[in-house]
């Protein structure tokens, strides 16, 4: 199960931008990466940690135990 966190603009209230959170669950990286970005998406490439690593790179290095 993957999760992407999708942020609405409910509206303003006396200048200050109102949002709702949304948190969906997805069956896959790619179809999660390709909401958040409103294209079609490689999730695999898409998703960074923050030190920039690609998802792919993580299962690459846990796979081979390293």
Known sequence: MYLAII???AGCY?????????????S???????VHLG???????EWKNNKG???KEMQEAEAGGT
């Open 7 to 9: 942020y609405i603009l």
């Open 14 to 26: 006396k200048g200050e931008r109102r949002f709702i959170e949304i948190l969906y669950t997805f």
């Open 39 to 45: 294209r079609s998406a490689n999730g695999l490439i």
């Open 53 to 55: 690593k690609t998802l």
């Open 28 to 34: 896959s990286p790619s179809t999660a990466a390709g």
